[in-house]
């Protein structure tokens, strides 16, 4: 009988183990494993040509306990490459793990699964460098130096997955606001902030501010941070859904369950203030704003865009003081800054690039007056006559410089940013060095490889035109001002929806990707009226039949809505039918209603909650904003159309003022002008000649051998 059993429970797992699919990294669906897979796909498509030839790739790692990692590399590779010798080599933090020769099937995409070594990641920023060498078949040892027919394409659809277990460890405020923040509670949609059912405008502005600190601290996937109401978590059987969560509301207010959890220490500061505690749920570890000073509550809720004040907080209480400040410091923008603090060098024939971020004001552009100051070294084993330095901004370039053997230990370039660039916010600089080498009949090793340094004495000359216009290219303006919030005022309905907080959430966590301090200011307040609006940039949130000001404010929109309000109208830019427009959502910048200068007005409504939702996701999310231009955009079907109403005359005004201020146009305008003076005096000169000459003739006329009078 025993052994009946044991058979049958022998065939059992062999059918259990034979039925199971492989999981591969796929994450433990048990809670009691924990285990998770964060996974980064590549920034953009590389294209590596050239015989020798490199990319590197960044992913983020948490604290976590890593059970496996895996790269997934989707490429595909030249149909002419000699399979015997062509390949490439992975390294990871620095050190190479993986070589393949390069035997696939030519020109076709291809997956590749390789496991990347434990050993190697590290907490924080990893570097992922892929490096080939492609030889073509069927010709000379070295005859494909030159060639462009040797390449190889990575796709941005490559990715690094890892497979892990979170560090749960929470003893303190700062404990928690680390996890609250962290790849895990976000990328996972494990972190919500949750605020009362009968929620006031203080706990909504405390919220907003929440939002936008957290999102400009979060490395990864800020928009999964959700905003809900207490009896969304509390009243159902949504605990379960988060780990953790932020909850804000004043003391009389609390939820049994949370006042409960406080410790009596909590409670005492709370009846005096305020304070940020930690309430440990069944489910759920919860960070807690609560007290009864609407200032100190206020000033709770500006802490959390702060990192660093956050993570000082190493007890599992904080008690808000009237003397503390939160405040970070308010970084100002330099005219003048290094390119890189250390150098740049970069080696290798052909093409070799180098990069660098450089930071600068969403609400201001670069005006034609920046410049660029270059330091360069290069080697002298180079065809000067074909190697070349490329400067660009965002891929544009914006000049070239032909490297000489004479200047080639030590070289200097000035190139101005060409008016017709217009760069708002963060931009890129891009180096290009076509380094082309003399008879480059065999590059075989890269032991004498051409070379070039990029000096620390590099520098870019940044200024901005103050003023620029109210479009959504330059977008979060005139929210978002120097790396601050800017007197943003937030409109919300009398009782605002489930929609209008997940459009309010959406747009505090966009806002947050682009600011730099906390020093700024946002309020919202619901059931508001125009004059609420006076001396702000306002954000008006809500459809045409729940909020006001929508209401008060159409016949300045540019979609206007119909009288009933139940269908956006026709203008001079779209045709509208009534069914289309009663299902539309639309997006519109318009100017204060109260002629205040740099103030603006951003509508996002529709004639149904569902229609305003639909416009409200390309605000919600950094990489669809590049789809929202104009002033003026409704969304169809899922499909956005932008248009512009605005006159741009004023900016093209400012450009002409800033292209004044640079130096080689001065003295362009001045040696133009001087050698138009010139020119007049002398033309004045010559007609004064011939005018005086015609009358002595004429005077003279009759006296030698003239007419008889």
Known sequence: MWSKRIKILILAVVIGVVMCPKLGLAASASKGNRQYVHTESFIEDHSMTGLFSQCTEYFSVGTWNINKAEFNMVYNVTQLRDEKISDFTISLNGEPFYSRRLTDKAGETKTLKIKLPVRLIKKGINELKIESYIRTSESLPCVDDVSKANWMNISKDSAISILYTPDVNIKSVADLYHHITSIYGMENGKSALIVPDNVSDTDMTIAANILTGISKNSSVDYQNLMLLRESDVFKGNNLSDFDYGIYVGELASLPAVVFDGLSEEAKKEAKNGAVLSIVSLEHMNLLVLTGTNQELLLKGGTMFGNDDYMKQMTGRIHVVTEDENPQMEKREQLEYSNLTEEGAYVKGAFRQTVSFQEASYGNKTLSPSSAIY????????????????????????????????????????????????????????????????????????????????????????????????????????????????????????????????????????????????????????????????????????????????????????????????????????????????????????????????????????????????????????????????????????????????????????????????????????????????????????????????????????????????
């Open 374 to 709: 270059l330091k360069v070294r290069y080697s002298q084993n180079l065809d000067f006559e074909r190697s070349l330095l490329t400067v660009y901004i965002n891929d544009v370039p914006i000049g070239s410089h032909k490297l000489s053997k004479e200047k080639a230990n030590g070289d200097e370039i000035e190139l101005y940013i060409p008016s017709d660039l217009k760069v708002s916010g963060n931009f890129t600089v891009k180096m290009a060095f076509d380094l082309e080498l003399e008879d480059v009949w065999c590059t075989l090793r890269q032991g004498e490889t051409p070379w070039a340094y990029v000096s620390p004495e590099s520098m870019i000359k940044i200024v901005l035109a103050e003023d620029v216009p109210l479009l959504f290219e330059h977008y979060p303006a005139p929210f978002i001002k120097n790396k601050s919030l800017n007197d943003v005022f937030v409109a919300l309905p009398e009782n605002p929806s489930f929609a209008d907080l997940t459009v309010l959430r959406g747009v505090c966590l966009t806002l947050g990707r682009f600011v730099e301090d906390n020093t700024g200011s946002i309020m919202v307040t619901q059931g508001a009226k125009m004059q609420d609006c006076r001396g702000k940039n306002t954000i008006v949130i809500g459809s045409f039949a729940n909020n006001l000001i929508v209401r008060e404010s159409n016949k300045n929109l540019y979609f206007k809505f119909n009288e009933a309000g139940t269908s956006l109208l026709t203008n001079e830019k779209k045709q509208i039918t009534k069914e289309a427009g009663s299902t539309m959502g639309t997006i519109q910048l318009v100017d204060s209603p109260f002629g205040e200068e740099n103030r603006g007005m951003m509508f996002i409504t529709g004639a149904t909650e569902q229609g305003m939702l639909s416009a409200a996701k390309y605000l919600s999310d950094t990489e669809k904003l590049w789809k929202v231009t104009g002033d003026g955009c409704v969304v169809e079907e899922g499909k956005i159309y932008a248009y512009q109403f605005k006159d741009n005359r004023k900016s093209q005004i400012t450009t002409t003022k800033e292209l004044l201020k640079r130096e080689d146009v001065l003295r362009f305008l001045i040696v133009s002008i001087s050698i138009a003076g010139v020119l007049v005096v002398g033309l004045v000169l010559i007609i004064v000649k011939y005018v005086r000459g015609g009358k002595n003739t004429r005077k003279n006329f009759g006296k030698k051998g003239g007419k008889p009078e």
